[in-house]
């Protein structure tokens, strides 16, 4: 059975990975089974819909699992959306306005002007993203305002990390 990914791109089901979550909630191997057997018997669509039957089988099973399995889910999701990015001191950037070369705006699904958080170290900021128009910057790129990259302890050249979702 084809499942049909967030990222768009479709791949066989595999129980082994939703037995292995369930697990990982604090469920045992016979609860596990069970529920992707029952996924498996729903034949859903995308992991949208997986998540929804294995959300509800956990719920009605234990509160604490279910809890724990949203959780995980939501920390996955933060890590899935954020990507490490060089900081580069940008003249064109505005204070509180990082500018992204289409690839990264696509990868962190950002779109002009949405709110989203740089991190370096312990520091953080949120910024406006702004799709650049420099056709000489990497995929990787994040041109900051040299105040922005001060407020977050950064240099040109840093290593930051971008989220989105987090504000």
């Known amino acids: 059975m084809k499942i049909l990914k967030e990222n768009g791109k479709s791949e066989e089901f595999d129980s082994t ?17 069970e529920i992707s057997t029952l996924v498996t018997a729903r034949k859903p669509a995308s992991t949208k819909e ?16 279910s809890r724990n399995y949203e959780e995980s889910r939501s920390a996955a999701r933060r890590y899935m959306e ?17 500018l992204l070369p289409k690839e990264a705006m696509t990868r962190l699904n950002l779109d002009d002007g949405d709110k989203f958080m740089v991190m370096h170290g312990t520091q953080r900021q949120a ?17 900051l305002h040299s105040d922005d990259m ?12 971008a989220q989105r979702n987090l504000i």
């Not at 990975?17 to 089974?33: H, I, M, W």
């Not at 910024?127 to 041109?143: T, V």
């Not at 001060?150 to 990390?161: H, L, T, V, W």
Request: proline share 3%; hydrophobic share 40%; no cysteine.
């Open 50 to 65: 997986v998540r929804d039957i294995v959300s509800k089988e956990l719920r009605n099973r234990s509160v604490d699992a």
């Open 127 to 143: 910024l406006m993203a702004k799709l650049s128009d420099d056709p000489e910057m990497r995929w990787n790129e994040i041109r």
């Open 17 to 33: 990975k939703l037995e292995a979550s369930v697990r990982n909630v604090g469920r045992d191997e016979n609860t596990a089974k």
């Open 82 to 98: 954020s990507r490490m990015l060089v900081a580069k001191n940008g003249n064109k950037a505005a204070p509180g306005m990082a």
């Open 150 to 161: 001060q407020n977050i302890g950064a240099s040109d050249g840093f290593d930051i990390i």
